[in-house]
């Protein structure tokens, strides 16, 4: 049986594209009518059991959010303002040894802030930061890291750092940049002369 999906409805919008039926995997989008404000996410996708996220809907009228959101152990940056508009987005950073789950991008929707993530301990702990090829640490003066906290790394010559750095300690695992090769010289002007000769002895 070939998986389907009925047409959402959203009153006071429309919805991108406009069909009958829609097959597994099909996305639709949505828009409000001029004066109304979406509520809820722009698209959805259709799967066995319905469609995901669930349709918004379109208010003539939406909440501002008042405050910043309180979050234990965690703290909230952006813009400082005393009312925040529907749709303005903050993120949000867990306290070092503590674990954010779930999305630290945070919106204003309709007056209530979501999703809201939460900050829980992170018992694991690393070790001395490993050494790495053509590279080192710096300032690492402890044998013991907790979740979050960061270690700066640098190259020796002719080695340029590509990746996380400062490293930092996650879920008892650092996650550490690399040292690699500089790229050689551009190449000279030798290089390009049996092709210039061929282009003006083509023109």
Request: net charge negative.
């Given at each position: 049986i070939a998986i389907v999906c009925k047409t959402p409805f959203l009153e006071n919008g429309t919805i991108?594209?406009?069909?009958?039926?829609?097959?597994?995997?099909?996305?639709?989008?949505?828009?409000?009518?001029?004066?109304?404000?979406?509520?809820?996410?722009?698209?959805?996708?259709?799967?066995?059991?319905?469609?995901?996220?669930?349709?918004?809907?379109?208010?003539?009228?939406?909440?501002?959010?008042?405050?910043?959101?309180?979050?234990?152990?965690?703290?909230?940056?952006?813009?400082?303002?005393?009312?925040?508009?529907?749709?303005?987005?903050?993120?949000?950073?867990?306290?070092?040894?503590?674990?954010?789950?779930?999305?630290?991008?945070?919106?204003?929707?309709?007056?209530?802030?979501?999703?809201?993530?939460?900050?829980?301990?992170?018992?694991?702990?690393?070790?001395?930061?490993?050494?790495?090829?053509?590279?080192?640490?710096?300032?690492?003066?402890?044998?013991?890291?907790?979740?979050?906290?960061?270690?700066?790394?640098?190259?020796?010559?002719?080695?340029?750092?590509?990746?996380?750095?400062?490293?930092?300690?996650?879920?008892?695992?650092?996650?550490?940049?690399?040292?690699?090769?500089?790229?050689?010289?551009?190449?000279?002007?030798?290089?390009?002369?049996?092709?210039?000769?061929?282009?003006?002895?083509?023109?």
């Open positions: 991108n594209p406009r069909e009958d039926i829609f097959q597994h995997n099909m996305v639709v989008r949505f828009n409000c009518n001029e004066g109304f404000t979406r509520v809820g996410s722009e698209s959805a996708q259709c799967y066995h059991f319905g469609w995901s996220p669930q349709p918004p809907i379109c208010k003539e009228n939406v909440k501002p959010c008042p405050a910043l959101p309180i979050i234990s152990h965690g703290r909230v940056t952006g813009e400082s303002k005393a009312v925040f508009q529907h749709g303005d987005i903050l993120e949000v950073h867990c306290e070092i040894s503590f674990a954010l789950y779930g999305s630290k991008i945070i919106q204003c929707v309709d007056g209530e802030w979501a999703p809201l993530p939460s900050c829980v301990e992170e018992v694991r702990t690393c070790g001395s930061p490993p050494t790495i090829k053509n590279g080192f640490f710096v300032n690492a003066e402890s044998s013991i890291y907790r979740h979050g906290d960061t270690v700066e790394y640098r190259c020796q010559q002719r080695s340029i750092i590509i990746g996380t750095n400062p490293a930092k300690c996650l879920h008892g695992q650092w996650e550490i940049p690399s040292c690699v090769g500089k790229l050689e010289a551009e190449p000279s002007e030798m290089n390009f002369r049996p092709v210039l000769e061929y282009i003006s002895i083509y023109y």
